[in-house]
């Protein structure tokens, strides 16, 4: 695990970016696995300043969300794979039919988990998976409690993350009580992982996921066993971490 620690969120974009960039350059088809809320913004921003200059190339992109409220309807602005068209594929330029989303608005929202997790397979698996982390610890919407072998499935959010999210609805009760999910199983098997955290409000689930024990109680945690994880933090995020303590991990901080 390396772990960046950069002055503020921009920066900590525009190195999470680069990393992206240099990440895929060298492969062909390359399968990347997206967030939404606010953490990943400055990344999408900086990796379409970097499309646009033409050192990171999305022809041959692939995207897969990591979840997917389950009941709002096609055309609700926070549906992700809206948020996720508007936020990374428009800006980016890459077509909408390239990026994957759960398909949380259908009937069958389990049957729509397993054909998810089955379209990862299908893609040859995602080969880097940006993430933020919830003030729970959670990875997707994988709350406290998950199975670390869990596939794609329908989970039930909990009351403190619908309360964090509830910022982008007009009211709490408009805010899903369930979502589609990358499990922390899938999520474990994409070949690199980011972690990007910025704000205070986060500096214990990082310095708990990072370098606490790992244990279902706080999900992130199982990370630690990621072979190829990087993790990007501003100072407030990193504020917990006991740097002296940090064993075989890699601080690097990035103030330039
Ligand atoms: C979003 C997701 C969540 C968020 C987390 C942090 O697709 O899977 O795990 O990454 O809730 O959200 P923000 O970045 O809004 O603080």
Redesign the pocket.
């Known amino acids: 695990m390396i772990i960046h620690i950069l002055p503020d969120a921009d920066r900590l974009g525009a190195l999470a970016a680069r990393h992206i960039e240099v990440a895929l350059l060298g492969v062909a088809d390359p399968v990347l696995g997206v ?6 913004e400055p990344v999408y921003e900086a990796l379409t300043a970097r499309a646009t200059a033409g050192t990171f190339r999305v022809e041959r992109l692939r995207a897969f969300a ?2 997917e409220y389950v009941g709002l309807p096609e055309d609700h602005p926070e549906r ?1 794979r809206n948020v996720l068209l508007r936020a990374f594929a428009d800006p980016l330029g890459v077509p909408a039919d390239r990026v994957a989303v759960p398909g949380g608005a259908g009937a069958d929202p389990s049957a729509a988990a397993a054909e998810y997790e089955r379209a990862i397979q299908r893609a040859g698996g995602i080969d880097l998976q940006l ?4 003030r729970n610890g ?4 994988n709350e406290p409690g998950s199975d670390f072998r869990s596939a794609t499935r329908v989970v039930e959010l909990a009351p403190s ?1 619908r309360a ?1 999210n509830a910022r982008f609805f007009a009211d709490i009760d408009e805010v899903p009580r369930h979502s589609i999910s990358q499990g922390l199983g899938t999520i474990m098997r994409a070949r690199a992982a980011v972690l990007i955290a910025s704000g205070a409000e986060k500096a214990a689930a990082v310095a708990e996921a990072l370098t606490g024990p790992v244990s279902t109680e706080l999900p992130a945690s199982v990370l630690q066993r990621h072979p190829r994880l990087s993790v990007y933090l501003d100072g407030d995020a990193a504020g917990l971490l006991d740097l002296s303590f940090l064993g075989s991990i890699s601080v690097v901080h990035d103030w330039r």
């Open positions: 967030a939404t809320g606010s953490s990943p990591l979840d992700y993430l933020g982390i919830g959670h990875i997707g919407f993350t964090a």
